[in-house]
């Protein structure tokens, strides 16, 4: 599986790592260097790369680690560098390579510190805070030939994650 969600809301979807294996791409910069870090040390696996340079080889180093080390993927689809909330095309192409269905993810939290100049509007849930996540409607694996779909795929995934979002709030 694939676990879409907003480059905002990566702080308070850390726990999935574990119990769910999860496997996911990091920029080679010093906030890299700490994802990859935290990502590890709770039994998770990263790909490395950036947007500017190593983008397609992380894809793919994210693939081969899904398919053979039977990890899921998590894609943060609005990043990395935004605009926010708007799904790219990366999480498509990383159904379409590894066959994997994407699962959108919501999330909300009764008490968090939300980042406001950040360009993610990041979201920290307090200690001690109720966190809800929410694992939506899932889009079935992109198959070879329909890259011509990704722009209606796109609003249909960005509508599923907020719908995800919704439901997770009025669970708080």
Same mark, same amino acid.
């Given at each position: 599986?694939? +676990? $879409?969600?907003?480059?905002?809301?990566?702080?308070?979807?850390?726990?999935?790592?574990?119990?769910?294996?999860? /496997? *996911?791409?990091?920029?080679?910069?010093? @906030?890299?260097?700490?994802? @990859? +870090? %935290? %990502?590890?040390?709770?039994?998770?696996?990263?790909?490395?790369? =950036?947007? *500017?340079?190593?983008?397609?080889?992380?894809?793919?180093?994210? &693939?081969?680690?899904?398919?053979?080390?039977?990890?899921?993927?998590?894609? $943060? &689809? @609005?990043?990395?560098?935004?605009?926010?909330?708007? #799904?790219?095309?990366? &999480?498509? $192409?990383?159904?379409?390579?590894?066959? +994997?269905?994407? &699962?959108?993810?919501?999330?909300?939290?009764?008490?968090?510190?939300?980042?406001?100049?950040?360009?993610?509007? /990041?979201?920290?849930?307090?200690? +001690?805070?109720?966190? #809800?996540? #929410?694992?939506?409607?899932?889009?079935?694996?992109?198959?070879?030939?329909?890259?011509?779909? #990704?722009?209606?795929?796109?609003?249909?995934?960005?509508?599923?994650?907020?719908? =995800?979002?919704?439901? /997770?709030?009025?669970?708080?």
């Amino acid at each position: 599986m694939i +676990f $879409a969600h907003w480059h905002g809301h990566e702080l308070g979807i850390i726990h999935l790592v574990k119990p769910f294996r999860i /496997a *996911t791409m990091t920029s080679t910069s010093k @906030d890299g260097n700490l994802v @990859d +870090f %935290v %990502v590890r040390k709770l039994g998770g696996a990263t790909s490395r790369g =950036s947007s *500017t340079r190593g983008s397609v080889q992380a894809l793919k180093g994210l &693939v081969r680690i899904c398919n053979s080390g039977g990890y899921n993927a998590s894609m $943060a &689809v @609005d990043g990395p560098k935004g605009p926010i909330y708007k #799904v790219k095309p990366g &999480v498509f $192409a990383l159904s379409r390579l590894s066959q +994997f269905p994407i &699962v959108p993810l919501g999330l909300a939290s009764s008490r968090s510190k939300i980042f406001e100049r950040s360009w993610n509007k /990041a979201l920290l849930p307090w200690p +001690f805070s109720k966190v #809800v996540v #929410v694992f939506g409607r899932v889009v079935p694996p992109m198959e070879k030939g329909n890259e011509y779909k #990704v722009k209606n795929l796109s609003e249909e995934l960005e509508q599923r994650i907020w719908q =995800s979002c919704e439901q /997770a709030s009025n669970s708080i």
